[in-house]
């Protein structure tokens, strides 16, 4: 038991003494009555009569005073209830004697002197439970009935009339019996108050470590109540004095001391949403300039949690808090994303421009070289800048779902012939190491709504990552399109890439989704790349509904298998699949609109290659110049570039006669999320991401050109 505990009991023992003392004055002034009466009566005889009795009765008086004056000073050892208690028992067995010796002793006045000492050592057994101790009351409840037995012994050796024994018995057993329940009844006071006084310790404790929580917390707590259209703030922390500048009294008192240093709408929106809190959320919160302390413009943000009690009041808990470097670290946030978006899409167009000249001569040269060796080397060209574009696009869409700007496009494809193509695009790359890579398509609907463009580079990096961790053996590609697990007219396509390579080792395979993480590392890594495939492929199939998993062990290959919800689709016509379109057919007069000299020749070769007739623009003043004189049947046109950039030159082009007939596709090295809306909105006809390829040139042309007939 603690110090504190110790006291609280002390102080309470030392209550109910008193409140015992209080009860044997009573007793006292009662007894001083009985006295002169009495004596007024000349009931007794001799001096002893007159003497004996009241000095008696005076020391008794003495006594009692003496113990409330202690008690009440503060000194209450834990002997005085024992001290106590003997002392009362000393004082009736006197008046016991006393009465024996100054009475006629005839059974009447015998047996009037047992009632009153019966009904005292009651009230002393009955009043002793205030103590709290059942020891005491036990002892009280014994040496009573022993003291009763032994002078109802002395006044009467033999009975006085029948049945007299009979009845002193059964008062001695009821005076025994008060004495023990009323030691279990002093017991059950005792709990009673040691949990009472618990209780109110807990929550003395409570109050207190709530007290200095409000006091130090980095805000204002309130609470208030509103019944009808009657609010009072009913309590305000000492937080107030600090944030607000205002006392918590005083703000308690008049509320609108605290909504002077606001905008005049605020208390009208606070009103209207309490006042619809019935039906609205139990929690809400607002955000509102404040006129701090020192004339601060700050943000401040309330927040308020409120229920109804059964009188139908509504209670209002909230908190008003200081938000204003939050705003700064939010608006700061927003400025360094909007740095990195700039970073990134200029980064994109400045890697992308000189890809487009690197790839473009490269597959240009490999159809022009007749060595082995030329061909093999500009093939390794070309593989080297797919592998450098990959790692763009890769950082470019782990920039998006960061900053979860990356929504799917569904559209209706034709899933097979799109597998087809992009695994064909790794067909070189496994032979050159030997490696056999199957394809297997299981019978099911060609045609499905997704995006194709998250399952291409889903499927990309799976394909690419099984054929860069197998040294010899096969690679098997198989998908499917089914009902299984369907609902609301899902289907599920899957996707598994499996290998015989080298597999995840056992401690690598809990974080081979990671970002930045491989199978091995340290500077001797056999394997390069970034680590990003897998934990973008991961998010992109969570971001089109549906799981990546895998299974592996070492050196015995892995598996995995891509799981997503799509819906069937009927074929759609018109529709193109990139490395599957024909040559429009006819001679096509196009424009090309680029201010990179390199990637002008690039360009016009692939152009001039399908039979098209390139008419070249470095900027967009002479776009618009060319296109005012001539008709061309396709404007290719490049988005940035200095002096006029590519959509103020198609909205000048636009606006010219015939203009808005023209065909115009943008270029562009930017490739992040919102660039083609954005485009397309500015009046571009359809959009080509560099570097561009023949096939996309092609694919193009097949769109946007309809063949012309001879006539006749």
């Known amino acids: 038991m603690s110090t504190l505990d110790e006291r609280e009991q002390l102080i309470q023992q030392r209550q109910a003494e008193k409140y015992v003392n209080v009860i044997r004055m009573t007793v006292l002034v009662f007894l001083t009555v009985a006295l002169a009466l009495r004596g007024t009566g000349g009931a007794g005889s001799g001096l002893l009569w007159k003497t004996l009795p009241p000095l008696i009765l005076v020391a008794v008086w003495l006594y009692a005073v003496a113990v409330q004056w202690a008690v009440s000073r503060g000194f209450f050892p834990r002997y005085l209830p024992w001290l106590t208690t003997v002392a009362d028992l000393i004082f009736i067995a006197v008046g016991f004697a006393l009465e024996w010796e100054l009475s006629d002793r005839s059974a009447v006045a015998l047996s009037t002197n047992l009632n009153w000492g019966y009904a005292l050592l009651f009230l002393l057994i009955l009043f002793s439970t205030l103590r709290e101790r059942p020891e005491l009351t036990l002892f009280n409840g014994g040496a009573s009935t022993l003291l009763y037995a032994a002078f109802l012994a002395v006044y009467f050796p033999v009975e006085p009339f029948a049945g007299f024994w009979g009845d002193q018995i059964f008062r001695t057993m009821f005076l025994l019996l008060a004495g023990f329940f009323s030691g279990f009844h002093a017991r059950s006071i005792r709990k009673a108050f040691q949990r009472a006084a618990t209780a109110d310790r807990l929550r003395r404790e409570t109050d207190s470590r709530l007290k200095v929580l409000a006091l130090h917390f980095p805000g204002v707590l309130f609470q208030a109540e509103m019944l009808g259209s009657a609010f009072r703030l009913r309590y305000v922390s000492d937080g107030s004095r600090e944030l607000v500048g205002v006392e918590a009294r005083d703000l308690a008192n008049n509320p609108d001391l605290f909504f002077s240093k606001t905008p005049p709408e605020l208390k009208d929106t606070l009103l209207s949403r309490l006042v619809g809190d019935s039906e609205g959320p139990p929690t809400w919160e607002e955000e509102f300039p404040f006129e701090a302390p020192g004339g601060r413009q700050a943000w401040f943000k309330i927040t308020v949690t409120t229920h109804k009690t059964p009188q139908g009041a509504l209670v209002i ?21 909007q740095a990195k978006t700039d970073f990134l899409a200029t980064m994109s167009h400045e890697l992308r421009t000189p890809l487009n000249a690197i790839l473009g001569n490269a597959d240009h040269l490999s159809r022009l070289a007749d060595q082995e060796d030329d061909k093999k080397a500009f093939r390794d060209l070309q593989a080297s800048g797919e592998t450098l574009l990959g790692l763009i696009e890769d950082i470019l869409v782990f920039s998006r779902l960061e900053a979860g700007r990356l929504t799917a496009e569904i559209r209706p494809f034709a899933w097979v012939p799109q597998l087809e193509a992009l695994v064909d695009t790794f067909q070189p790359s496994a032979q050159a190491k030997g490696l ?25 990096n799976l394909i690419g990552n099984a054929i860069k961790f197998t040294p010899s053996g096969s690679v098997e590609v198989s998908a499917s399109l089914g009902p299984e697990k369907a609902r609301d007219g899902e289907l599920w396509f899957r996707l598994c890439v499996s290998d015989s390579g080298i597999g995840v080792l056992k401690e690598s395979q809990e974080r081979i989704f990671e970002k930045f993480t491989q199978g091995e590392h340290g500077k001797s890594r056999t394997y390069g790349g970034l680590g990003l495939g897998l934990s973008i492929s991961r998010s992109l199939a969570e971001l089109l509904g549906g799981t990546l998993t895998f299974r592996s062990r070492p050196e015995g290959g892995s598996a995995f298998t891509l799981s997503i919800p799509v819906r069937a689709a009927d074929s759609v016509d018109g529709a193109t699949l990139p490395g599957a379109v024909s040559d429009p057919g006819t001679p096509t007069r196009i424009l090309l609109v680029e201010d990179n000299l390199t990637n002008q020749d690039v360009a016009t070769r692939m152009l001039q290659r399908l039979g098209s007739r390139v008419d070249l623009a470095p900027g967009g003043r002479e776009a618009v110049e060319l296109a005012s004189k001539r008709f061309y049947d396709l404007i290719f046109m490049d988005w940035q570039m200095p002096v006029m950039d590519g959509r103020e030159a198609t909205a000048r082009i636009r606006a010219l006669p015939g203009g808005q007939d023209l065909v115009i596709v943008a270029l562009s090295g930017h490739a992040l999320p919102g660039d083609r809306e954005l485009l397309l909105a500015s009046g571009f006809d359809d959009y080509l991401s560099k570097p561009v390829r023949m096939d996309d040139f092609r694919a193009v042309l097949a769109k946007w050109v309809k063949p012309r007939r001879d006539p006749g």
């Open 436 to 460: 056999k890579l199957v394809v297997s398509w299981a019978p099911s609907p060609v045609w499905m709504w997704s995006d194709l463009l998250r399952l291409r580079q889903i499927a990309a």
């Open 317 to 337: 808990n909230g908190l008003v808090s200081d938000v204003t470097e939050q705003r700064r670290t939010a608006e700061a946030l927003r400025e360094a994303n």
